[in-house]
């Protein structure tokens, strides 16, 4: 049997461990999010959610300093860019292709670029100020601003 000491001693171990794992999970979460990053060279110190919509979704060619603002996408299919679109933008990527569809076919705009992978698009925004893409913030190199959490 049991006493209520040890009883309780078992019920606060518990949970503890179920705090630290919850934290755990927290902290997995936070290096894994999807951030909106630029090159170190690039003066953008953030941007709203908006800005970042208008120049991903070509409403907007510029950064708010004037400057000419570049998006690149990871590639087509992967799953940071079905999360970058959800998360950040709040669409699917189903709305995201019926709307470049729309613009491209009536000549009033352009998708972003698609790089194939992570690397190299970190070494595409990391050496052109003008590119803005996203990349979990765990990946993140010292070349790269966030401006967007």
């Known amino acids: 049997m049991i006493s209520g000491f040890s009883h309780c001693l078992c019920v606060l ?27 170190r060279a690039n003066p953008v ?8 919509e208008d120049i991903f979704l070509g409403k907007s060619l510029a950064f ?13 299919g992967s799953e940071e860019r079905g999360r970058f679109y959800t998360e950040v933008l709040g669409r699917t990527a189903a709305q995201i292709r019926t709307h470049w569809s ?15 992978s992570r690397e190299e698009l970190v070494q ?7 590119s803005i893409g996203y990349i979990e913030r765990h990946l993140i ?9």
Do not use: W, Y
């Open 124 to 130: 595409v925004i990391a050496n052109d100020p003008q």
């Open 102 to 116: 729309r613009l491209v076919f009536t000549g009033r705009g352009r998708p972003p670029r698609s790089v194939g």
């Open 64 to 76: 708010p300093d004037g400057r000419r603002a570049v998006p690149v996408d990871q590639a087509e």
């Open 45 to 52: 110190q953030s941007l709203s959610k908006s800005q970042v």
């Open 141 to 149: 190199d010292g070349s790269l601003r966030v401006v967007l959490e």
């Open 13 to 39: 171990l518990a949970c503890l461990l179920m705090q630290s794992e919850g934290l755990a999970d927290e902290s997995s979460h936070k290096a894994n999010k999807m951030v909106v990053v630029v090159s």
